[in-house]
């Protein structure tokens, strides 16, 4: 990989990381069409993998995937023994669905699991676009490609950056301190008033009758 992309890499998986909690090793979901590609490309994919994320990686695949790929026959036997090295993710599906629809729901709206998706689906990748702090991966012409954030990732973390120039509603209470007229208790409290005139004389020096 040059120089000047991986450096690009490493500064958007920094935004991830910053912005919306991602961590090392970064969760990979690969979906079936990711790993025919990488097949067939004799693409080392995992290697490939932590080197555009610039980071370790652990790449998973859900059941619904794999099982697409066993209805594809004996002739993707290699995609097949690929896949069966990474981690299974549970998706919960009692019957298997198109691995599509599958990661679109495993991601569901907010990505909270924090997954960075590698497919080659273009509807996939549209539907994923729209979710804020999703990285996407995919590979064009044998070279794999860390896609730039979308522009609902640009404005969710260009939300976050102004919510943290502004106290919270907490931190504007605390900053305002107690009001005229209020001790610690926050109750108003008025000040005792001096007594005006000559003060007596000290008791314990006047003789007793």
């Known amino acids: 990989m040059r120089q000047k992309r991986a450096k690009a890499y490493r500064k958007l998986m920094?935004?991830?990381?910053?912005s919306f909690g991602f961590r090392e090793p970064y969760q990979v979901l690969v979906?079936?069409?990711?790993c025919k590609e990488a097949t067939a490309q004799k693409i080392e994919l995992v290697k490939q993998l932590g080197n555009v994320l610039q980071g370790t990686v652990k790449p998973m695949i859900t059941q619904c995937c794999i099982h697409e790929l066993y209805l594809q026959g004996p002739s993707?036997?290699?995609?097949?023994?690929?896949?069966k090295t990474f981690e299974r993710r549970k998706c919960n599906h009692k019957e298997a669905i198109p691995g599509e629809e599958c990661l679109a729901s495993v991601v569901g709206e907010t990505n909270k699991h924090r997954y960075v998706i590698a497919s080659q689906s273009q509807g996939l990748r549209q539907k994923l676009r729209l979710i804020a702090g999703v990285p996407i991966v995919h590979i064009n012409?044998?070279?794999?490609?860390l896609e730039p954030p979308s522009d609902v990732t640009v404005s969710a973390k260009a939300s976050a950056?102004?919510?943290?120039?502004?106290?919270?509603?907490?931190?504007?209470n605390a900053l305002a301190g107690p009001?005229?007229?209020k001790g610690d208790d926050g109750e108003g409290t008025e000040k005792r008033k001096k007594r005006k005139g000559p003060k007596?004389?000290?008791?314990?020096?006047v003789k007793k009758k």
């Open 161 to 172: 950056e102004e919510e943290k120039l502004h106290p919270s509603a907490p931190e504007v």
């Open 31 to 34: 979906d079936a069409l990711m």
């Open 76 to 83: 993707v036997q290699p995609t097949v023994d690929l896949a």
């Open 200 to 205: 007596g004389p000290n008791p314990l020096s």
């Open 179 to 181: 009001g005229p007229g």
């Open 14 to 18: 920094a935004l991830y990381c910053m």
């Open 141 to 145: 012409r044998a070279v794999m490609v």
